[in-house]
């Protein structure tokens, strides 16, 4: 079975600084990872997704994260957090190997980025 | 493009009542999902759909039922429902079967059972 860990509940971070937002999956065969954001009441909004080729993948409002096969790690960053950066983020897993994958979404972290 | 929408934003049932919360999108996505979020869980899939007349369980179906008879519209209905199913639900759809498809997502709709 696939799965994803998230292993931070919360990440503080200066404005201006950079931030970091962890995830480790496991999965059968290629993985297929997702960034999704969620700010309050409101549905998760797409950030960006690792499919194949260059380990660092680049996304929407500056944000990138870098694939890492050997530790099954896809940890979000951005060099330079802002305010308007809090809320929380989903990472995701989807398999590869045949038929219709269905995703597996990983508890969560909040940001909170401090003025 | 609306996107995905959902109705309700806001419901409050009493335990043994039933209901259908309602999703629709006009991208002409074949595949939609409903999630369930619940604190410390993140999103559980309940049930999914791959196109019209075609719908199939996730993780967490007790209790739901779901129908898909075109592609724009995908219902959950609770059938009787209980304080366990208090949380906030997301409909998504995505284009296509291929994995590396991104899903859009409603803007959810928070159940309370008293």
């Known amino acids: 079975a696939q799965s994803v860990a998230q292993p931070e509940d919360q990440v503080n971070v200066a404005e201006g600084n950079p931030l970091t937002v962890k995830c480790t999956y496991s999965?059968?065969?290629?993985?297929?990872l997702f960034w999704y954001v969620q700010y309050p009441n409101r549905g998760l909004q797409f950030l960006l997704k690792?499919?194949?080729?260059?380990?660092l993948v680049k996304g929407s409002y500056g944000f990138e994260a870098e694939f890492n096969k050997s530790q099954t790690s896809f940890h979000l960053k951005k060099p330079s957090a802002l305010v308007s950066d809090s809320a929380l983020y989903f990472c995701?897993?989807?398999?590869?190997?045949?038929?219709?994958?269905?995703?597996?979404f990983g508890i969560g972290t909040k940001l909170q980025v401090i003025p | 493009n609306a996107g995905v929408t959902q109705t309700p934003k806001f419901q409050v049932l009493k335990t043994g009542q039933s209901m259908t919360l309602q999703c629709a999108q006009d991208?002409?996505?074949?595949?939609m999902s409903w999630y369930r979020q619940d604190p410390g869980m993140g999103l559980r899939l309940i049930h999914y759909?791959?196109?019209?007349?075609?719908?199939d369980q996730g993780e967490v179906p007790n209790g739901y039922n779901v129908s898909r008879s075109t592609t724009e519209d995908f219902p959950l209905r609770l059938l009787s429902a209980a304080p366990s199913q208090t949380s906030v639900y997301f409909c998504?759809?995505?284009?296509?079967?291929?994995?590396?498809?991104?899903?859009?997502f409603g803007p959810g709709t928070r159940l309370t059972v008293l």
């Open positions: 759909s791959v196109g019209a007349g075609i719908t």
């Open positions: 999965v059968s065969g290629n993985p297929y």
């Open positions: 690792y499919i194949t080729g260059d380990n």
């Open positions: 991208m002409n996505h074949e595949y």
């Open positions: 998504a759809s995505t284009i296509g079967q291929l994995s590396t498809d991104t899903q859009y």
């Open positions: 995701a897993v989807r398999g590869s190997t045949g038929g219709y994958q269905k995703v597996t």
